[in-house]
C-alpha cells in the first residue's frame, strides 16, 4: 500500500516561498500525483496534478502562473514550488495518488474523489 509524507511547510510573509515535498513509501512511477490543501472550515481544494512521467501537469486557476509542480520518480517524491504567496494560501496540504488520467483537464485534475493513498500533510501558513 503505497503512503506519503508530506513536508516543508511553515510560515511565511506574503510574498514568499516554500517548496514542499510529497515522499512515497514505494515506486510512484506508475502513479498521478496531485496536491490538495484544505483551510480551516472549509472543503479540500485540488492545487495542482502531475502525470507518472512529469510531462503532463495541470492547476486550479486559483495558483496557476504561482506554483509548480515537478517530481523525481528515482527519490519517490513529488515537490510543489510555490511562489509570491498569499494570505488566501494558508491551509493544510496533503498529496495523494491516482491511476485516473487526470491531467489533460482541470476538473479532473482537482477532483479528490479520483485519489487515494492521503498524507497526513503539511501546514503552511502565509501571514505578516
Known amino acids: 500500500q503505497l503512503s506519503f509524507v508530506e513536508s516543508g511547510g511553515g510560515l511565511v510573509q506574503p510574498g514568499g516561498s516554500l517548496r514542499l515535498s510529497c515522499e512515497a513509501s514505494?515506486?510512484?512511477?506508475?502513479?498521478?500525483i496531485g496536491w490538495f490543501r484544505q483551510a480551516p472550515g472549509k472543503g479540500r481544494e485540488g492545487v495542482s496534478c502531475?502525470?507518472?512521467?512529469?510531462?503532463?501537469?495541470n492547476y486550479a486557476d486559483s495558483v496557476k502562473g504561482r506554483f509548480t509542480i515537478s517530481r523525481d520518480n528515482a527519490k519517490s517524491t513529488v515537490y510543489l514550488q510555490m511562489n509570491n504567496l498569499k494570505p488566501e494560501d494558508t491551509a493544510i496540504y496533503s498529496c495523494?495518488?491516482?491511476?485516473?488520467?487526470?491531467?489533460?483537464?482541470?476538473?479532473?485534475?482537482?477532483?479528490?474523489?479520483?485519489?487515494?493513498?492521503w498524507g497526513q500533510g503539511t501546514q503552511v501558513t502565509v501571514s505578516s
Open positions: 514505494g515506486f510512484i512511477d506508475d502513479w498521478n
Open positions: 502531475i502525470d507518472n512521467s512529469g510531462e503532463s501537469k
Open positions: 495523494a495518488a491516482t491511476q485516473v488520467i487526470v491531467t489533460t483537464d482541470q476538473t479532473s485534475c482537482v477532483q479528490p474523489l479520483f485519489y487515494a493513498n
